[in-house]
């Protein structure tokens, strides 16, 4: 029987208030590995930018003062609002964005990043 030796390679980060570490095992040569890596956590971390709710600069902190509207929004946004409403009427309301008084989507989109 063949064994392959596979490398790996582990990164963590600080997204969304939360250590994301990523753990992953191949035989691409780490170096090949990286940028993939680089272009998540990049994508984790224009996540982090556009949906904290904290950010007064934020897609969701704008949209929560009144000061962008949700057409000016990227896709993505629009993509998960629509979600958290769909979710929010299957619930019954259990599930609802806005039940602290503001718009956060926070606890939808830790799982859909």
Do not use: H, K
């Given at each position: ?43 984790l971390g224009w996540v982090d930018a556009t949906f904290d ?61």
């Open positions: 029987m063949d064994t392959m030796a596979f490398s790996g390679t582990v990164r963590v980060e600080q997204v969304m208030g939360l250590p994301v570490s990523v753990d992953v095992r191949t035989m691409l040569p780490s170096r090949e590995l990286s940028p993939v890596l680089d272009d998540a956590f990049a994508w709710a904290t950010r007064p600069d934020s897609a969701i902190g704008r949209l929560a003062a009144g000061r962008l509207a949700v057409d000016d929004c990227a896709p993505e946004v629009t993509e998960v609002l629509e979600r958290c409403a769909e979710l929010r009427a299957a619930t019954g309301g259990y599930f609802d964005e806005g039940a602290g008084g503001a718009l956060d989507p926070t606890l939808y989109v830790r799982g859909w990043a």
